[in-house]
């Protein structure tokens, strides 16, 4: 009983003050957003993008990817399960690094790489500070951790 308790201590705790909701706006709604988009334009950020990045399989992965930022997302933006939804997050990240950056890096060099990989960085960075601090004082989350 005690390590389940344990096990939704750190998956549910959560700095208790305001600041979170900010990182938790930008990583929800970006992600909430090219999750839909891989839907709503599949030629050019689906199934067509994952084509041309050299992807087997490209419309499932696409669309694998997209639920996954919908999904995570969305649970994010509302705090809930925040750490959780994170990891998911952080895996695409690092496959896109690997996959369309860390080429530009090879082929173009770092000033390139680190202009094409701006948004991705402090998106990885947003995201790690919601694995380590949690959703914060005005999320689900929080409401879950405190009736425990």
């Not at 990240?93 to 680190?114: D, S």
Request: net charge positive; aromatic share 16%.
């Amino acid at each position: 009983m005690n390590s389940k308790k344990s096990l939704k201590t750190i998956i549910l705790s959560t700095v208790y003050d305001n600041r979170a909701i900010l990182v938790r706006l930008i990583v929800g709604l970006i992600f909430l957003t090219e999750g839909i988009q891989k839907y709503l334009f599949p030629e050019i950020l689906g199934a067509g993008r994952f084509l041309q990045i050299g992807f087997s399989h490209p419309a499932f992965w696409a669309y694998f990817t997209g639920t996954f930022e919908i999904i995570c997302g969305t649970f994010v933006l509302f705090g809930l399960f925040t750490r959780v939804a994170a990891i998911p997050l952080l895996i695409i990240m690092i496959t896109a690094f690997v996959t369309t950056k860390w080429p530009v890096l090879l082929h173009k060099g770092i000033w390139a790489m680190a202009h094409e990989y701006r948004t991705d960085f402090a998106m990885t960075l947003l995201l790690i500070y919601l694995l380590f601090y949690g959703s914060g004082s005005y999320s689900i989350d929080s409401g879950i951790s405190k009736s425990l």
